[in-house]
């Protein structure tokens, strides 16, 4: 028997992101996809009843992948996969696999050798970085920046080196309730002259994206409290 | 005046790309826009053409900003933005501002204080990485490597040492007349366990994504000939 596909499926980036944000293509996947494998299921939910395709969403089946996901429990869910089922992959925002376990599955699709298919959607890093001006060519994306401040600290000081000395552009994010703090921290701590670029609610109806030396920022006041925001830093 | 504002447009990512690609958000910035910066003209031209948005081609602006293309000519290139017309730019396959001059564009923009709009489409980098299983947290993208072998082994050599020591994946492309011969070098120099992901005409109907270990490649034949591919190493 044929397997069925693994589709990695987009959703909004942004809480003010509707169906026109959404290609068809990723639509017509949507309306014959019945098994997801989600990091939230009530967002999953909300999202495919937003797109107002007719979908009866009784009918879907939806299993929690997030932060607790065990590794051991793939094959379980693999099962419709193997019976010739596709299924798809949603997180909270964007596309998955990127800052949730959604990789473990994909890994393990590849081992059982099953079809793994992305489709085209909105990525905070990508457009981030696009819409900073920094190097485009060449980046780092760290995730999600340590917690402890003398951590976050060293950290913030080793990015900066690397983009300095040999040019990739260094992306990163925090969660959005610390973003005002790391603003803070990146202009106390960060060189005058590296460009620090600030990407927030990217697509969003409330999209604002700056890049500006940090002795710029320093003299500028940004609210970015609780907003979703990709940071680069980088020279210009 | 209010300025225009500067959209950062995608287009198809695969030859197999249509409409049904790109969404509604991205072709109603299309409907009003009628200044381009584009990586070449004739590509341009024919996207607009192929979305069917009833829109008079004749009547488009278009400027060239490709491979040499000099940054003295931007004061010119603004003017509309500066009298308060919107622009949109465009690179010759999926989002602008990575492999292509538009980020001297955008950061042009960001100096002069013109609202710079991302808009969400197909990245082969993300897309690449997704698909491929590998850590999706923490990656660096090098961009296309050294056409030199010499060169070109020692940059394979230096991203593997980094995914295995670092754990970030290691992203990267060739021109697609190169990716043939690019394969059967990175399964020489690469080590055997290290992991190989493969994405190749990501978005469209060719679509193959795949993930091995460097000795099963070894022993797959695999015809990436002129097909756009990502390239991406590291560590199950």
């Known amino acids: 028997m044929e397997k069925g596909k693994l589709y990695l499926i987009p959703t909004y980036l942004s809480s003010t992101n509707n169906g026109d944000n959404i290609t068809n293509a990723v639509k017509n996947v949507i309306r014959t996809t019945t098994y997801y494998l989600v990091e939230n299921i009530r967002t999953a939910r909300r999202y495919l009843s937003s797109l107002q395709l007719g979908l009866d969403i009784e009918t879907i089946h939806f299993e929690p992948m997030d932060k607790r996901f065990d590794e051991q429990a793939l094959p379980a869910l693999f099962k419709p996969l193997l019976a010739g089922v596709n299924m798809g992959i949603l ?8 800052a949730d376990p959604g990789n473990l599955a994909v890994r393990y699709a590849h081992e059982q050798d099953i079809e793994v298919v992305c489709l085209e959607g909105a990525s905070s890093i990508i457009l981030g970085l696009i ?10 994306f760290h995730g999600y920046l340590p917690i402890d401040p003398v951590l976050r600290e060293k950290k913030i000081r080793t990015m900066e080196q690397i983009a300095l000395s040999s040019g990739y552009s260094q992306v990163f994010m925090e969660t959005p309730y610390r973003n005002q703090q790391l603003l803070t921290a990146l202009t106390k701590i960060l060189k005058p002259d590296t460009v620090l670029a600030i990407g927030a609610d990217l697509t969003g109806q409330e999209q604002y994206s700056r890049s500006k030396k940090v002795s710029v920022w320093k003299k500028t006041f940004f609210k970015l409290d609780k907003i979703p925001c990709t940071f680069s830093i980088g020279i210009y």
Chains 1, 2 share one sequence.
């Open 131 to 140: 819409s900073s001006g920094l190097n485009g060519q060449q980046f780092t």
């Open 91 to 98: 997180s909270e925002a964007g596309l998955p696999a990127i």
